[in-house]
């Protein structure tokens, strides 16, 4: 294989472990996926192309996915439901200065009620940067770039 | 009261007043239009958008006063104008984008084109084709402009209104009120971003929770448990003399918790084993003079100024049919603020959105009461938590904003 393919399949499994981890509500696996000082933010399109700031969710560091796991489990109040998540079209963006690499992959959120029902709940790019760590992929930064400004109710599972 | 609706309303206010809410308020299609026509196109003031979205001549942004979509523009003069987004020909939103910059407004259907000041100046083939079809020769330019909402900026903050009556915008405030926004936008802004969060409700049992001080330190754990707004600190509950308006604060670093039921243990929302691994959250710093940590301010019938510690808000409320919603958020630090201050707002503002740790459980309780009612229209909300009146007063322990909110709608809607 080559060592493109070889690399971006080696994300396109730690994506799957990403994704399995949070639709088989694993959740307190969700912060090791990630470096100690990791960022991981949710945002919208329209945010993100005008240059502001603020997320819908914003982690910076292990610690505070841990209080947002804590939160969704002892903390906040929601009706019980499940994600589904649908990713495709990884690609390499660039190799990142500080190290690592940059990669776009396409996600979708099937959101499934107690009650059964079923809306497409976010669909957007992952704006990720992988560092190898002890021969092991591991997400310096994630950023979920939703396609829409509008959340359905609430947002409590991470994306 | 507007006398611009013809709806025939079968609909009668209990006697026991605002501290009872039929359910009806909340399901009837027949009020919903009626709303439409005596609240969001009658004798009311309606936020439209921020000066700072719209700083160059041309520039503008689209918005809803109820079912209505507008246009905000800043003209050739630098003057404020707000117009209704549709084309006085044939009826066609003119501007679909949600913000952008024009030097004037061109339908996309038969290219009919209106100036910044909503005057029409070009028709597509106004003389037809070699003399033959075009407009008729005495087609009267001048009344075929834009429809044009009367406009009043307070503070940066844009409003308009349908109504050639209603009072003056800081008189339909109030000075209470009106401190209230100078003292958020007491200098200049700068935007950290909006999204929008959208409900399962009928708009007003949301603007009900807004005005609830009863329920935050109770639904939301994490106002409570750390501490950043209990019904035990010192506070306020101020109600315009109409109703419509409220002001709540408290100060967090005022406070006497012992002896009230946060220390018995029998709130869900109190758990004093919950810890944070990283704090940072809600590290906050004091920003305002008078020590308010928390303060929220619901504007009648559907604008909310914000400040939950340092994270600076106005929420504007849209109603989506009887029975939906759609709650847009506008969040923003200070032009001069420093990088520190500015990542603490974007920490703080965690706390807030759709996926709030504070706030989430907001969009989804209306939703709990809207499936519930809908075969019940004669059944009634209970409020009488602080009294059955709508005084000023220190507790927060009320529903008296709740049943201000009540009063302004009676008043309006003349039920």
Known sequence: MAPYDELIHR?????????????????????????????????????????????????????????RVAALRRANIYEPHVYRHLVAGTRLIREEPAGGWRFSTNFQVIRTMHTGEMVVFAVGVYDDVLVEREGVLVFAEKTVVCDSSRIDTLLVIPL | MS?????????????????RVPYQVFTDPALYACEQARIFRGDVWHWVGLEVETPAPGDFTTQWIGDTPVIMIRDTQGVMKVFVNRCAHRGAMLCVDQRGQTKQFTCVYHNW????????????????????????????????????????????????????????????????????????????????GSYSQFMHNNWKLYMENVKDTY???????????????????????????????????????????????????????????????????????????????????????????????????????????????????????????????????LLQSNLVGPAGLVSMEDGMIGS????????????????????????????????????????????????
């Open chain 2, 368 to 415: 709990w009461i809207q499936r519930t009612i809908a075969q019940d229209p004669d059944q009634t909300a209970v409020l009488e938590m602080g009294g059955r009146a709508i005084p000023s007063h220190g507790s927060r322990v009320s529903e008296a904003s709740v049943r201000g909110f009540w009063q302004a709608y009676r008043t309006v809607m003349d039920v």
């Open chain 2, 3 to 19: 006398k611009t609706t013809t709806t025939e309303l079968t609909f009668h206010w209990p006697a026991l007043g605002v501290s």
């Open chain 2, 215 to 345: 329920h935050a330190s109770i639904l939301h754990l994490f106002l409570t448990t750390f501490g950043l707004n209990r019904l035990s600190m010192e506070g306020g509950l101020e109600t315009s003399p109409c109703g419509g308006h409220h002001l709540s604060w408290s100060k967090r670093t005022a406070e006497q918790m012992a002896g009230t039921e946060y220390t018995q243990g029998t709130l869900r929302a109190m758990q004093q084993d919950f810890r944070l691994a990283d704090p940072r959250v809600v590290q906050t710093w004091p920003e305002f003079p008078d020590g308010v940590t928390n303060a929220i301010q619901g504007i009648f019938p559907n604008f909310v100024v914000q400040q939950i510690q340092n994270s600076l808000a106005v929420r504007l409320m849209v109603p989506r049919g009887v029975d939906a919603c759609e709650l847009h958020w506008v969040l923003f630090g200070y032009a001069d603020d420093t990088p520190e201050q500015t990542e603490m707002r």
């Open chain 2, 113 to 192: 084109s209106f100036d910044l000041d909503g005057r029409l100046r070009g028709v597509a083939f106004r003389h037809g084709v070699r003399n033959q079809g075009g407009l008729p020769p005495d087609f009267d330019f001048a009344a075929h402009g834009l429809q044009r909402l009367r406009v009043e900026v307070l503070h940066g903050l844009v409003f308009a209104t349908f109504s050639a009556h209603v009072v003056p915008l800081a008189d339909w405030f109030g000075p209470r009120m009106t401190a209230h926004i100078a003292r958020i936008f007491q200098r200049p802004i700068r935007l950290l």
């Open chain 1, 11 to 67: 994300v396109e499994r730690r994506t799957a472990d990403y994704i399995g981890c949070i639709d088989d509500g694993a959740l307190e696996r969700w912060p090791a996926l990630f470096m100690e000082d990791g960022l991981y933010r949710i945002v919208t399109r329209e945010n993100h192309a005008r240059g502001l700031p603020a997320s819908l969710l914003y982690c910076r560091g292990q610690g505070m996915m841990h209080d």
